[in-house]
Antibody
Framework: QVTLRESGPALVRPTQTLTLTCTFS??????????VSWIRQPPGRALEWLAL???????YYRTSLKSRLTISKDTPKNQVVLTMTNMDPVDTATYYC??????????????WGQGTLVTVSS | QSVLTQPPSASGTPGQRVTMSCSGS????????VYWYQQFPGTAPKLLIY???QRPPGVPDRFSGSKSGTSASLAISGLRSEDEADYSC???????????FGGGTKLTVL
């Protein structure tokens, strides 16, 4: 059974760095074709993909946020960590992690975490 | 502005068949699989359709997906009140090297 769970602060001050952790089970991020992505959804708005890391430690980032994002994995802990620097109120959103597969073609998210709401406010 | 284009709203009456579209380009829908998600307020998206037209276990066969060229569609037959939700499409974009989403279609069951 595949599960993912996000954890991190609910409130972040402007200019601070956000660190989110995705803890997963039911698959291993050491073997093909496993990938994990971070996606966010501002209140009342559409889903927005942020970053992906695959079993081979390849990383992809949303172009517009690339300078602020870092994705990494802790394989023994079955965790994927996302850091986002210089947080701004416009970054207020529910942040999700999700599993994706790369079987020659990169596929979209098949399993989602429950999401964690991050509010950026002073 | 989303890379994939979806109509913002759709509606139907119970029992009706409704379809919603998702329009993209050769670099996303035209060359990669389309996924569809159902989302209720305050909850995470739920996978509805994967690899263009496949249903995960537990998803009723009232839901179906199709794709032609750079466009995809989600159809819901025998509409029920509990189908009232937001529906989003997604696909990998090879040119952007990014997962792209549609803006979502809010389905209202009248």
């Amino acid at each position: 059974q595949v599960t993912l769970r996000e954890s991190g602060p609910a409130l972040v001050r402007p200019t601070q760095t956000l660190t989110l952790t995705c803890t997963f089970s039911g698959f291993s991020l050491t073997t093909s074709p496993m990938c994990v992505s971070w996606i966010r959804q501002p209140p009342g708005r559409a889903l927005e993909w942020l970053a992906l890391i695959d079993w081979n430690d390849n990383k992809y980032y949303r172009t517009s946020l690339k300078s602020r994002l870092t994705i990494s994995k802790d394989t023994p802990k079955n965790q994927v960590v996302l850091t986002m620097t210089n947080m701004d109120p416009v970054d207020t959103a529910t942040y999700y992690c999700g599993r994706m597969l790369n079987r020659g073609l990169i596929e979209a998210v098949d399993y989602w975490g429950q999401g964690t709401l991050v509010t950026v406010s002073s | 502005q989303s890379v994939l284009t979806q109509p913002p709203s759709a509606s139907g009456t119970p029992g009706q068949r409704v379809t919603m579209s998702c329009s993209g380009s050769n670099s996303n829908i035209g060359s990669n699989y389309v996924y569809w998600y159902q989302q209720f307020p305050g909850t995470a998206p739920k996978l509805l359709i994967y690899k263009d037209n496949q249903r995960p276990p537990g998803v009723p066969d009232r839901f179906s997906g199709s794709k032609s060229g750079t466009s995809a569609s989600l159809a819901i037959s025998g509409l029920r009140s509990e189908d009232e939700a937001d529906y989003s499409c997604a696909a990998w974009d090879g040119s952007l090297s990014a997962l792209v989403f549609g803006g979502g279609t809010k389905l209202t069951v009248l």
